[in-house]
């Protein structure tokens, strides 16, 4: 079936989560599915996205876990999604699944499964304790750290495969080069650095957000540490992005790239939408049980999403940094449609394009091995 390639995003616990997150986008979700506290995807919900997902034509079928809080719905769901992926896929289907997390309900058994499947998991974790602990808590209003540890910790145990996902906030952004050591000095060598951009509904920034300016200075005094030691023994996922592009063209962060059609995000209904930050009922696409992939793929709305992201402000079409930053997400865009972080990325790309340069020099010159 023609369709094109895309990746699957699925929350099966829609938003609800253990913690409490003061920035959390997500969590005021679960509105969008009132009427029941606890919100699960069907056995039979589950078999249908995946069994139709797996009937179309792609170089490999990715899976990502994630809410809220998906270890909510415990081992056995996630049994059953790699048994269905098995049942369904064809010979030599090559099959990828992602696992986000908060890390601190990850037990034993469900590391283990996931290092048996080869899942790559991403734990969220913002910093040492007194950092991460300032937004990132329990329902109760305890900090999570201790517990998020406890995650990393099961995870090693079990030789699981994991990088770190660090929200770049109020609380962590004038401390870049705290939070690059101690995830370093924790041998934790994978890291994607988010920034948080948010605002209220009078379009006022939230205070746990931060400036272009902020998000500036941060990625340079993250390239200060990461680059005169660190360049083969930690990746950050921006900068494998940038290289990555000066290297091969290619994109490996959408937000970089010129469109939003790489995958759908299916929630614990069936419900489908563009993108996790564009879950609106206004921009509902369908549902897995009423359409199929290709319906929604070809559907004006999912394409005129898609296109959005071409639809520059015009410094942006006039800008040099436009292939690496792509006019950046829409969710960072403020009403004229400039990026809320155009300063920050101006900051960062005129200090260390020319370095990325000679590093995608050096990497191309290698000899192959
Ligand atoms: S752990 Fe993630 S989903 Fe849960 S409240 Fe925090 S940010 Fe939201
Ligand atoms: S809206 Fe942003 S996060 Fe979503 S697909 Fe587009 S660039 Fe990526
Ligand atoms: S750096 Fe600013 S002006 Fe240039 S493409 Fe990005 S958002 Fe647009």
Redesign the pocket.
Same mark, same amino acid.
């Given at each position: 079936m023609e369709t094109g390639h895309f990746s699957l995003l699925i929350k099966p616990s829609g938003a609800d989560c253990n913690l409490r997150c003061a920035y959390c986008f997500y969590l005021k979700k679960s509105a969008l599915y009132p009427g029941s506290a606890l919100h699960r995807m069907s056995g039979d919900c589950l078999e249908k996205c995946i069994a139709s997902y797996m009937q179309t034509e792609q170089r490999v079928y990715s899976f990502g876990w994630q809410g809220g809080e998906p270890s909510l719905m415990g081992l056995g769901f996630f049994q059953q999604a790699v048994t269905l992926q098995q049942q369904y896929g064809r010979s030599g289907a090559v099959i990828s699944n992602g696992f986000q997390t908060n890390g601190t309900m990850l037990s034993g058994s469900l590391a283990e499964f996931f290092t048996q499947y080869k899942f790559l998991v991403g734990l969220s974790l913002d910093g040492p304790e007194h950092i991460h602990n300032r937004y990132r808590r329990t329902i109760g209003g305890r900090g999570s750290f201790k517990n998020a540890m406890g995650g990393i910790k099961t995870l090693r145990r079990r030789q699981g495969e994991f990088n770190i996902l660090t929200l770049v906030s109020e609380a962590n952004v004038h401390h870049a080069g705290e939070v690059y050591d101690f995830l370093r000095n924790e041998d934790l060598r994978y890291h994607q650095y988010i920034p948080c951009v948010e605002f209220d509904s009078q379009g006022k920034r939230q205070p746990w957000a931060i400036t272009g300016e902020d998000w500036g200075r941060f990625l340079l005094e993250l390239f200060s540490r990461w680059y005169p030691r660190d360049i083969r023994r930690v990746s950050i996922r921006l900068f494998d992005s940038i290289l990555n592009y000066l290297v091969y063209g290619q994109h490996n962060v %959408?937000?970089m790239?010129n469109s939003?059609d790489?995958?759908f995000l299916v929630e614990h209904t069936g419900d489908i939408y @563009?993108?996790?930050?564009?879950v609106d009922s206004e921009l509902k696409l369908g549902n897995i049980q009423t359409d199929s992939w290709q319906t929604l793929r070809a559907s004006p709305a999912y394409g005129e999403f898609a296109a959005r +992201?071409q639809i520059l402000h015009t410094p942006c079409s006039d800008c040099e940094l436009c292939t690496y930053c792509g006019g950046d %997400? @829409? +969710?960072y865009r403020t009403r004229d449609g400039r990026s809320f972080l155009c300063e920050g990325w101006k900051l960062f790309y005129a200090e260390t394009l020319p370095v990325f340069r000679d590093l995608a020099k050096q990497l191309t010159a290698q000899p192959h091995t």
């Open positions: %959408c937000s790239g939003c790489h995958y @563009p993108c996790d930050f564009f +992201k %997400c @829409p +969710k």
